[in-house]
């Protein structure tokens, strides 16, 4: 069975930064892209960033680009997020999604995580 499990969310200042992780277990991770989508309050699920199989290609949504960094250790099965300079607009709920088919907006997602709460206020 394919799962995926986020941690790593909460409350933070603005300006401030978090690291999401994402376990993957049922399918072979290091052979496939992972992908991080979110949704924020009262809208619709907007793509975020993807990673390729080996952690060599990464691309990431204009509202990340700069201050979020997606990376992977595939000896450990996860798939990391580091969000650095949050903003308000950022508060979203989370969620690690893949393995990927295709790469950035339109994606398909074989699994989705549960999700994790950021939220970003003073």
């Known amino acids: 069975e394919v799962q995926l499990v986020e941690s790593g969310g909460g409350l933070v200042q603005p300006g401030g930064s978090l690291r999401l992780s994402c376990a993957a277990s049922g399918f072979t991770f290091d052979d496939y892209s992972m992908s991080w989508v979110r949704q924020a309050p009262g809208k619709g699920l907007e793509w975020g960033s993807v990673?390729?199989?080996?952690?060599?290609?990464?691309d990431y949504a204009e509202s990340m680009k700069g201050r979020f960094t997606i990376s992977r250790e595939n000896a450990k099965n996860t798939l990391y997020l580091q969000m650095n300079s949050l903003k308000s607009e950022d508060t979203a709920v989370y969620y690690c999604a893949g393995p990927t088919t295709g790469w950035g907006e339109g994606s398909t997602y074989s699994c989705w995580g549960q999700g994790t709460q950021v939220t970003v206020s003073s």
């Open positions: 990673i390729s199989w080996d952690g060599g290609s990464t």
